[in-house]
């Protein structure tokens, strides 16, 4: 089991932070974590259900873990939702890890900016710069994020020797990607849209 912890812990919070969103889950929500918890052990081809998912996805970064663990406390209705500009300010800086990374894993450009996780030092005054401001900001979910990330890579919690892997991945990448695009087009349609609406009745006078 404890090779496996994070597996389990993945398989149950995501499928918790997907489930939980749905209304019908609201009286039974918190049945449902320990309920997925036991799920994630049953057999598959001689694997538990979360190894046998590992084997597709991979381990997620300790930053993705503690941000399920947040979405899993909001559905739960432990803590409150995010700010808007703490949101915001969360999307913005995974946002810039993923695009960072994956591009370029990818060959899009020349440089690989996966092997600085492996003498991450320069990383870490940037990770460590970028959490200050995240605190001076008070955005404590961001804070978090980084210095688990952060403390779980010093301790090696993971089986990787590479910072990146303890701080970013697809997932999270992706999401944060997707959902700052969607805010910055709701900001950008919410300034077009008054000056439609002032166009409106001067062409219609």
């Excluded at 597996?7 to 932070?17: I, K, N, Q, W």
């Excluded at 959490?131 to 010093?154: D, E, K, P, Q, Y």
């Excluded at 944060?176 to 077009?192: E, F, K, N, P, Q």
Aim: net charge positive; hydrophobic share 55%; proline share 6%.
């Amino acid at each position: 089991m404890l090779p496996l912890w994070q597996a389990h812990l993945s398989f149950t919070l995501v499928l918790f932070a997907l489930l939980g969103s749905f209304n019908f889950t609201a009286s039974w929500r918190p049945w449902l974590l320990p309920v997925l918890a036991l799920v994630s052990f049953m057999p598959v081809d001689g694997l538990s259900l979360a190894a046998y998912a590992r084997s597709f996805t991979d381990d997620l970064a300790i930053s993705t873990l503690m941000f399920l663990g947040w979405a899993g406390l909001l559905r739960l209705g432990v803590v409150q939702p995010l700010k808007r500009i703490h949101r915001s300010q969360v999307l913005l800086v995974f946002a810039v890890f993923g695009l960072m990374l994956y591009p370029a894993t990818l060959g899009v450009t020349y440089f690989d900016p996966y092997r600085w996780g492996f003498n991450p030092r320069p990383m870490i005054v940037l990770t460590g710069l970028a959490a200050l401001s995240l605190l001076w900001l008070r955005n404590a979910l961001g804070v978090w994020m980084l210095a688990a990330g952060t403390l779980a890579f010093a301790l090696r919690l993971k089986a990787s020797e590479n910072y990146w892997d303890y701080l970013i991945d697809p997932l999270l990448a992706g999401y944060c990607v997707l959902a700052g695009s969607r805010l910055l087009a709701m900001a950008a349609w919410r300034r077009i849209r008054p000056a439609r609406t002032v166009l409106k009745p001067s062409l219609n006078s």
